[in-house]
């Protein structure tokens, strides 16, 4: 990997909140301008849709329950004002005092939603996926499908050509706690609606 001796402003928090500002927009699934549990609700449903999830399989259940704890750890640290809703400030905010730095706080919020998605993913239960299926995590996700399928495509994979939970649990704590650059979210204003074709 190439270093980047670059000033702060390319390598520090400025990156980083741009990024959150980001990522915000894609929280907000029904597109209100501000993300409540509902939006995470819709998140736990993308995915279930996208990898034909029954709803009442046990895949399904860890789904919503952590997308559940997935929200009450955000609002926790998001919403300061306790009215349910965090806005784009309020996002970027946390991100930055809560999880910016600390991979430890970002596996008590996020790790068990992620871990559902991958196993939502990982259709034949191997602890791998296939770049077509990493692609429909990333979609799911709020990703631009474009981006998605070139990240999905540039992902080193192991002999079988798949690509390890491992991978992408660190990759997804690094996206949330560093400021590595974004490559597959949409910018705001940008946003791209969830819909993955087959
Ligand atoms: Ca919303
Ligand atoms: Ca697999």
Redesign the pocket.
């Known amino acids: 990997m190439k270093q980047q001796n670059a000033s702060h402003e390319e390598n520090g928090l400025v990156p980083y909140q741009r990024k959150m500002a980001a990522r915000f927009h894609t929280f907000d699934r029904d597109g209100d301008g501000v993300v409540t549990r509902q939006d995470f609700r819709l998140m736990a449903v993308s995915v279930t849709e996208t990898f034909a999830v029954p709803p009442e399989s046990d895949t399904a259940r860890k789904l919503h329950d952590s997308a559940d704890t997935y929200w009450k750890g955000m609002a926790a640290l998001a919403d300061r004002d306790g009215d349910g809703q965090i806005t784009q400030d309020e996002f970027v905010a946390a991100a930055q005092d809560g999880l910016y730095g600390d991979e430890a706080a970002f596996a008590k919020v996020a790790l068990s939603w992620h871990e559902a998605v991958f196993e939502a993913a990982?259709?034949?239960?191997?602890?791998?996926?296939?770049p077509q299926?990493l692609r429909g995590m990333l979609v799911s996700l709020g990703a631009d499908p474009d981006q998605a399928a070139t990240v999905a495509s540039e992902r080193h994979t192991d002999a079988d050509g798949?690509i390890t939970e491992d991978q992408i649990l660190r990759s997804v704590a690094a996206y949330y706690t560093t400021s590595a650059p974004q490559r597959v979210f949409p910018e705001p204003g940008t946003l791209i609606h969830s819909s993955v074709t087959k």
């Open positions: 990982d259709s034949d239960g191997d602890g791998r996926v296939t299926q798949l």
